[in-house]
């Protein structure tokens, strides 16, 4: 038995080059919020785009569904340590919801229903780097998750990633979200463990 063991915790130790460091395997999918699920049906849904000249354009459930969607698998990273592989999501590229919107913008100010913000650069957002989604692991997101529609930007901590998400605000400067004014970092690279100012 006492080989059998031995075993067990030696492969355990070996560290999985896809979790980044400071960080622990979840198989479960945390929640975390600022405050209470808000309830937004597809039917009351949209997702203005302000551009740095002022102009909007808003697209609904419907605008955002004729929008050509891709599946993508891929690993979140949350600042309180887990680190989840492999999970499965439908989403819009933002590129595409941007559209011709965002001449002379550097920054993002993502806008959620319950009054949460956060920053992310312009590039970060574009190229298949991230998505606005609407499905995990094959069904309708859930509430709880940020459904019907969260952003979804795996490559910097999940913080980044607003659920509810209702309005994309492009900015020539970068300006401070939720997290980020409470002392978070502005960029959030996990793989750089960014997770507070000064890291
Ligand atoms: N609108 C909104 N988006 C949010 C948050 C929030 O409080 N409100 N929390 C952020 C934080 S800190 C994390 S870790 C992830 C958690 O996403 P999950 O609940 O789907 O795991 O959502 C992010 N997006
Ligand atoms: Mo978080």
Not at 164 to 175: A, I
Request: glycine share 10%; net charge negative.
């Amino acid at each position: 038995m006492a080989v059998v063991t031995r075993g067990f915790h030696g492969r355990r130790r070996e560290p999985d080059p896809r979790i980044p460091p400071g960080q622990y395997l979840e198989t479960d999918f945390p929640v975390l919020a600022i405050g209470p699920t808000p309830r937004v049906s597809t039917d009351d849904w949209t997702l203005t785009v302000t551009d740095v000249d002022g102009s909007r354009s808003t697209l609904d459930w419907r605008g955002l569904r004729a929008l050509p969607a891709e599946d993508v698998e891929t690993d979140l990273h949350c600042v309180t340590t887990w680190s989840k592989l492999d999970t499965r999501w439908r989403g819009v590229p933002v590129g595409a919801v941007l559209g011709d919107a965002g001449a002379g913008a550097h920054h993002v100010l993502a806008h959620s229903a319950d009054g949460y913000t956060t920053n992310l650069p312009l590039a970060d957002l574009v190229d298949g780097r991230a998505w606005v989604a609407f499905e995990y692991d094959g069904r309708p997101l859930e509430p709880w998750h940020g459904g019907p529609v969260r952003l979804l930007v795996p490559h910097l901590y999940l913080w980044k990633s607003a659920k509810w998400l209702t309005g994309l605000e492009l900015l020539r400067e970068d300006s401070p979200g939720f997290w980020e004014r409470l002392g978070y970092h502005s960029y959030g690279d996990p793989w750089r463990e960014q997770r507070y100012v000064g890291d």
